[in-house]
């Protein structure tokens, strides 16, 4: 059975190593065109660099909880994220469930940073940091893969809602060198 069909996208991809990740060149996001049109939503980087920190510090929060609990409840995911990825989350969830595990400890991030902002859309870099995070199996056990790298880089986005908060609509493992 593989460890993904049962973490939510941030855990999982956090626990697992890709060895490669760490051999491939950087692919730096490109820059978008300035357009007359789009009405900027952040007044500054500062203020998308602050969204971007609350929504992700809250989103690992519920993300942890409900990981806590096994996956139960994973519909309280849904104030943190987008559609498309309410639908990503949910099938991690489902798999706790299935495979009755869960998770003990906080995930952390550091360093992140804005990558670009245009109009409601915020992409960013973060680390995140798992080693206060492990697998627990239905008999107790710490099923934690072994040598797991406990800090790894994301890409993730974020899109703001029709209030001006930010959710996280993506999260990827950053496949470039690892700037963790």
């Not at 049109?37 to 920190?53: C, I, N, Q, V, Y």
């Not at 992140?112 to 973060?126: M, R």
Request: glycine share 6%; charged share 20%; aromatic share 8%.
């Amino acid at each position: 059975m593989s460890l993904r069909r049962w973490m939510p996208a941030a855990a999982i991809a956090a626990l697992l190593a890709l060895p490669l990740a760490a051999c491939t060149p950087a692919q730096p996001m490109p820059t978008p065109t300035p357009t007359s049109a789009r009405t900027p939503l952040f007044a500054s980087d500062e203020e998308a660099l602050k969204a971007a920190t609350d929504a992700y510090a809250a989103y690992l929060k519920m993300s942890d909880t409900i990981s806590h609990d096994g996956g139960a409840n994973p519909e309280r995911i849904k104030p943190y994220v987008t559609r498309s990825q309410y639908q990503r989350e949910l099938k991690g969830f489902d798999s706790f469930r299935t495979h009755e595990v869960h998770t003990t400890g906080q995930t952390a991030f550091d360093s992140l940073e804005i990558a670009k902002v245009t109009g409601p859309s915020i992409d960013a870099y973060v680390c995140v940091d798992t080693h206060d995070v492990r697998v627990i199996g239905k008999n107790g056990d710490d099923i934690s893969p072994s040598g797991r790298p406990v800090r790894m880089p994301f890409e993730v986005g974020f899109q703001a809602d029709s209030h001006g908060k930010a959710l996280l609509s993506r999260s990827e493992t950053w496949s470039g060198k690892n700037f963790c």
